[in-house]
């Protein structure tokens, strides 16, 4: 997923876009308050065997939030040797800013490839 900063008006609000967040399927994995920044995303949702992507969506404004300090989600992605089991990892959820809709969230931890869902 690519991004970049906007400070155009959005009609769905941060809060708004929180409550998609933490009714989302992973909202257990979602803690504190999260980082909200309204941007232009461009994401492309490709399956591993590298086929045509599952959805894309191009320059769409969205609410991207991030969880910092989250748990590891149980079984999710690769994990390495030295993966980590602390509280270390950051959850990303990105919110469509104009109709609220979800449109994916991912977790990255070091050493752990990214966990990822669309919707």
């Given amino acids: 997923m690519r991004y970049h900063l906007s400070n155009e008006q959005a009609p769905v609000s ?10 989302a ?5 979602l803690t504190g308050t999260p980082l909200s920044q309204l941007a232009r995303i461009t994401d492309d949702d490709f399956p591993p065997d590298g086929g045509t992507p599952a959805h894309h ?12 300090n989250t748990s ?3 079984g999710g992605g690769q994990r390495a ?3 980590t089991t ?3 990892c950051d959850f990303v959820v990105v919110v469509n800013a104009t109709d609220g ?3 994916t969230g991912f977790q990255s931890c070091p050493g752990q490839m990214s ?5």
Avoid: K
């Fill in 14 to 23: 941060a809060a708004q876009a929180r409550g998609v967040a933490e009714s």
């Fill in 25 to 29: 399927p992973y909202a257990s994995l």
């Fill in 57 to 68: 969506d191009e320059n769409l404004l969205a609410w991207v939030l991030t969880y910092r």
């Fill in 72 to 74: 590891p989600a149980p």
């Fill in 81 to 83: 040797s030295n993966m």
């Fill in 86 to 88: 602390t509280n270390d």
């Fill in 101 to 103: 809709s979800l449109v």
């Fill in 115 to 119: 966990v990822t869902s669309t919707s």
